[in-house]
């Protein structure tokens, strides 16, 4: 043997010629002994051959996880070797060289040294490593033939999931350990690399032990050190769960016995399985009689006092007969308890911030049998487990899905129906969020498996305590449905996070002065579920509050009201100074006993909150001090219809009888009486329009204002003409006008011939220039004036109180802020009424706008209307509504002839697309820098601006100035289709915004020889009158070319049967207004309009911004106390209008 090479070194055939003797000189026996005990565990890792060096370098695997590196080569027919250990430092030979030759051998010579033949596939994976191209062959042998070793498996431990650890002793055939998803790092590792864990034994373990058997490995269990085969017995034991009273302590004992009723010697139990170790070392399935895995119901035996013992609730589902019940040695059956003496409790404590203020609150959920508690976490871990266990991608990411499937797995509970039985489809319609593609499996397997957790306990679930007392067992019954009825009601969750929460018995608050709401929640959940609370150690219940307010007429009319509230809660008085407490839901009263009430106001919260801003101490008396609260609270008819609708949350407020019959008449709109067609009216009444002017009347003769709100088309106008008759014959003696209507200039002489035709009894004066207001103040008993002469004449009013001022087309207040509708404010009139179809077009403001002009000081100012309807639509929409009537067409005439409308989508010629796309550049660039350097507001002002230059391109770029070879798509299109209806002898209503627009109308009419009608803004006002009659009267030219806001409104058109509109307008409202100027009463023929829109530009994106507007409209006059529609337009809308 040589350790230091100093002749000539050998290549690969050197090693391939070597002697095998040459691994015996490497060391002593020992060294011997021990090296090729390492070669056959596989301790050599690795073969590296290095060409220049001619030498060959092994991966040896020692103690410790330790790896060695031993070199080895052939000098002169000679084998050295040096290894980088201690031992072979201090000695020149040692354990890791020879099994590094051993391994050498094998590979390069195919022969096993020591007599043990080693797999095949392992000594060609080490003779690949060195570069042997002719990898395979025969195998490799032994210098004698040895039968093969047979491996072994020692079970080493078994883990608390029940996971069993085994080391390997020799060789595993290939594949075996995958087949039951068991990866080692190497075929043939050594030492650590040589253990795996079989998890899942309750599905594999059986099936492990058979296939190991046909495979000749011996599993083994290693007891007091000796090995024992770990076999499976034959048949299932049976499982008895024994507990026996003992004074102050509970024995609890698992038994187990064979099929002959012969108790079995059971040392472990294997979690989340139904085997047992038993004490010879073998291994035994058990019967567990429903109660669950066997490996969970341990320990074998336990010892604990008794209140330990029932608090842990160790007797889940006790009527099982595995359960037996024993008191000092002798069987006795637990006695049932009476439902009365079972109580569900809720132990609540709050957890408070250095401040003293909520900030979350802890629980704890038992069952009180006769004053035993049994804790319940085992159950509400298991209840919720679905919902946070299930895979439902981003489910419980979103507050709204989150609060929706509570609220679904509530709505399954009660149901009471089987798993198979849920057809949870039947709920998709309400709750769309969660029956999306995206969540709907994860949505059914979560109800489906809460159902299935219900459904794998017996119906009657039982709970056994241990009665010490008397030395007795007790039973009762817990409803498991209440229970997780519970769990997802108790808490107002919104997120994964909250749910964690709840399985760790915490509530977190979001805010401290949120916990007054979430305990009202708890305690009121409770309740209905018959929970018994506690909080904060103290028995606490909810007791609603009986609140009545008593109202008296403040003097002799019913203009004033002064209020004396009185809340009880029980029998028990709550004191003024106490209400702003009850307002925050923080008052907790004391019972004589010591518990706490909660007061509860019959209704809800929104009664509760309602009652906070009635009842707010801040609130100003009518003298302008600070209201204490135990004043007495003077509040005006329209602050009087916020209290009686408390009514709808269980509050009695009494009224004087005057003043209860009109309340209920505004409300209910009854009893306004019957209107008495005066005589001096030339009209056949509609039904409705009696209807209307019987409201108006009833509205007027108690002080108030009125908004008529109907459909264009309804008659408005001869409503409005029909209440003025009546009160001029009901006052036949004024010597001056008290009647004084405002409307737009092109609808003056409409309202002249409308009286004329209706009432032409009546004196009535138009005011159109300042120095007609003189003698008309004298003379008439109707004047007639625009807006902007209100606006221009208001000293010429000044000292004339108006009975009656109507305002026709009163959206022309619609801006708060402008000069005429701060004119229109300062008329000095006993009541207003405001005429419009349109009492909102682009956003609420509008309506306050509106209905303040009508009824003034209905709303109180901006900022507080804009804030209550933002949070409580209901309750301010609720105070408007017996002030805005509105009926529609498409309810009230049913002989109408049908509207039918539709849009014609157009192709840009290729020149005006070019112009187009240019401008598109032009405006995005602008928007863009109007919002980057300007407030929003004026931004949107901007941008609008901009975005009026797309339009026009869409209607002619001529309208920009740009010469066009060819008439634009749309004129085009008109010029042949006002040629077909002349052809027809239909007429036609043409609309534009744009003047351009009409003078291109012109432009076509001309060059086909049709004849026409125009009005716009620049039409004289004394023209207009026979522009209009010569229209309607059919002796004029059919087709009339009208500016949207000329002739959009109170004009009566009928003859036409066809509408466009050239140009789409933001607001529908607008145009739906100027369409019904011919689908209106008198319209004898169908009506078609017909909207010409541009593809792929901005009109085809501006008709869905329309369509938002319509909701707003809807939400607001036809269904008001619906949620605000989004309103206005904003950076999103301008982005999505440019973009798409």
């Known amino acids: 043997m040589t350790t230091t090479a100093t002749g000539k070194l050998e290549g690969l055939e050197g090693f391939e010629k070597l002697d095998i003797g040459e691994l015996y000189y490497i060391g002593d026996r020992r060294y011997i002994d021990q090296g090729l005990a390492y070669y056959r565990q596989f301790a050599v890792e690795g073969l590296e051959w290095d060409g220049q060096q001619k030498r060959m370098t092994a991966l040896v695997q020692g103690r410790r996880f330790n790896a060695y590196e031993v070199v080895l080569q052939v000098c002169d027919g000679r084998l050295v070797h040096e290894c980088e250990c201690s031992v072979w430092e201090s000695t020149g030979g040692c354990k890791h060289a020879v099994a590094a030759a051993a391994a050498m051998f094998l590979s390069v010579q195919g022969v096993s040294v020591g007599g043990q033949s080693m797999p095949d596939d392992y000594a060609q994976e080490l003779r690949k490593q060195l570069g042997y191209s002719d990898v395979g062959g025969e195998g490799h042998h032994g210098e004698a033939e040895v039968p093969q070793q047979v491996a072994e498996f020692h079970l080493m431990e078994v883990d608390n999931n029940g996971n069993l650890g085994f080391s390997i002793e020799g060789s595993v055939p290939k594949d075996f350990l995958s087949s039951f998803g068991i990866v080692l790092a190497s075929s043939y590792g050594f030492r650590v690399s040589r253990e795996f864990v079989l998890d899942a034994p309750e599905a594999q373990l059986q099936s492990f032990l058979e296939e190991a058997e046909a495979a000749n490995i011996a599993v083994l269990n290693l007891l007091d050190g000796e090995p024992h085969p770990l076999v499976m017995e034959a048949g299932t034991a049976h499982l008895e769960i024994q507990h026996t009273l003992l004074e102050d302590r509970v024995v609890r004992r698992m038994c187990f016995f064979d099929t002959t009723g012969l108790e079995l010697d059971v040392v472990h139990l294997i979690p989340n399985s139904s085997y047992v170790l038993l004490g010879e070392g073998s291994l035994c399935k058990v019967n567990s009689n429903g ?226 709401e979430a305990l009202q929640r708890i305690v009121s959940v409770c309740r209905t579920l018959g929970v018994q609370v506690q909080f904060n150690e103290q028995a606490i219940r909810s007791e609603p509050l009986s609140i009545s307010v008593d109202t008296r007429a403040s003097g002799s009319d019913i203009d004033w009201f002064q209020l004396h509230p009185s809340i ?72 009087m219809l916020d209290w009686i609708m408390l009514r709808k949350h269980g509050v009695h407020v009494t009224l004087p009888e005057e003043a209860e019959n009109l309340f209920s008449s505004l409300s209910q709109f009854n009893g306004v009486g019957d209107f008495v067609k005066p005589t001096t009216l030339n009209a056949d009444l509609r039904p409705y329009q009696e209807e209307g002017c019987a409201w108006i009347d009833f509205l007027y003769h108690h002080r108030f204002g009125a908004c008529l709100a109907d459909d264009m088309g309804l008659g408005k106008t001869v409503q409005t003409i029909g209440f003025l008759a009546r ?63 209100v606006r221009l004449d208001l000293e010429a009013m000044e ?254 058109l009928t003859r036409a049967n066809y509408v466009f509109h050239l140009d789409p307008w933001w607001n529908p409202a607008v145009e739906n207004q100027a369409s019904d100027r011919a689908h209106r009463i008198g319209q004898t023929r169908s009506v078609f309009v017909q909207r010409l829109i541009m593809q792929h530009s901005i009109e085809a994106r501006m008709l869905e911004l329309k369509a938002r507007k319509a909701e707003l409209f809807k939400q607001l006059v036809e269904e008001p106390g619906a949620k605000a529609a989004k309103a206005g337009l904003n950076r999103d809308d301008f982005d999505y209008l440019l973009n798409g």
């Open 291 to 516: 109660l669950g895995a066997a490996g969970n119901l341990g320990p074998i035996r336990m010892e604990l006092e008794v209140e330990a013992f029932n608090e842990q609730n160790l007797t889940p589902n006790s009527s099982n007969e595995s359960y037996l019940f024993a008191v000092k040695g002798s069987k006795k059956k637990p006695r049932a308890m009476k439902p009365k003496q079972i109580r569900l409790e809720l132990d609540l404590t709050a957890m408070e911030n250095v401040a003293g203020e909520w900030e979350a609150f802890e629980f704890d959920l038992c069952l009180n049998l006769d004053g035993y508690r049994v804790e319940l976490y085992e159950l509400v871990s298991r209840f919720l487990a679905p919902t946070l266990h299930a895979y439902g991608g981003k489910l419980l990411s979103a507050k709204r899905r989150v609060r929706s499937l509570c609220d679904l797995l509530r709505r399954v509970l009660s149901s009471n129906l089987p798993a198979n039985d849920l057809e949870l489809e039947n709920y998709a319609a309400d709750y769309p969020e969660l029956f999306d593609v995206n969540y709907r499996v994860g949505v059914c397997e979560i109800a489906e498996k809460l159902v299935q957790v219900l459904e794998a306990y017996d119906a009657d679930y039982e709970v056994t305590v241990a009665d010490d007392a008397r030395q007795r067992w007790l039973r009762g019954h817990l409803d498991l449905r209440k229970l997780a009825m519970l769990l997802f009601s108790v808490s107002d969750a919104c997120s994964r996070s909250d749910l964690l929460n709840l399985e760790e018995g915490s509530i977190e608050l979001a805010h401290p002065e949120a916990g007054a």
């Open 568 to 639: 009880r809660c029980g029998d028990r008085t709550i004191k003024p100074e106490e209400w702003q407490k009850l307002i925050l839901g923080q008052l907790l009263i004391e019972d004589k006993d010591g518990s706490l009430i909660m007061p509860q106001i019959e209704g809800g919260e929104g009664g509760l909150e309602m009652l906070a801003e009635l009842l707010r101490p801040q609130r100003q008396k009518p003298d302008g001090t600070k209201a204490e609260a135990d004043d007495t609270l003077q509040v005006s008819r329209l602050e």
């Open 727 to 789: 009160y001029f014959e009901q006052n036949p003696n004024l010597t001056r006008a008290s009647v004084l209507i405002v409307l737009p200039p092109s609808l003056v002489f409409n309202w002249q011939e409308e009286f004329v035709r209706f009432a032409p009894s009546l004196k009535v004066v138009d005011c159109l220039r300042k120095s007609a207001w003189h003698d008309a103040l004298r003379e008439a008993q109707v004047i007639l004036t625009t807006y902007d002469r």
């Open 799 to 1052: 000292g004339t109180r108006f009975e009656i001022v109507v305002f026709d087309e009163a959206h022309n207040l619609k801006n708060v802020s402008a000069a005429r509708t701060k004119a229109a404010a300062h008329i000095n009139r006993r009541f207003t009424l405001c005429l419009t179809g349109t009492p909102v077009e682009n956003n609420a403001s509008e309506f306050y706008s509106v209905m303040s002009a009508a009824v003034p000081g209905i709303f109180g100012t901006l900022k507080a209307f804009k804030e209550y309807f933002r949070e409580a639509p209901d309750r301010i929409l609720g105070r408007s509504r017996p002030f805005i009537l509105r009926r529609t067409k498409d309810k009230i005439l049913k002989d109408l002839p049908k509207k039918e409308e539709h849009e014609l989508f157009l192709e840009m010629s290729p020149m005006q697309k070019e112009i187009y796309t240019r401008t598109v550049a032009e405006v995005k660039a602008e928007v863009a820098e109007a919002y980057e350097d300007r407030p929003e507001q004026q931004a949107g002002i901007v941008a609008l601006a901009a975005i009026l230059r797309l339009r026009q391109v869409c209607v002619s770029p001529e309208l920009l100035g740009k010469h066009m070879p060819e008439h634009a798509p749309k004129f085009s299109y008109m010029a042949d289709k006002l040629e077909e209806l002349q052809a027809e002898g239909h007429g036609a209503l043409i609309f534009s915004q744009f003047i351009g627009g009409l003078d291109q109308m012109e432009a076509i009419a001309k060059e086909r020889g049709i004849d026409y009608l125009r009005m716009d803004g620049r039409t004289p006002v004394s023209k207009r009158k026979e522009i209009v009659r010569s229209f309607q009267s059919g002796n004029g030219p059919a087709f009339f070319f009208i500016s949207l806001k000329t002739g959009g409104v109170g004009l009566n």
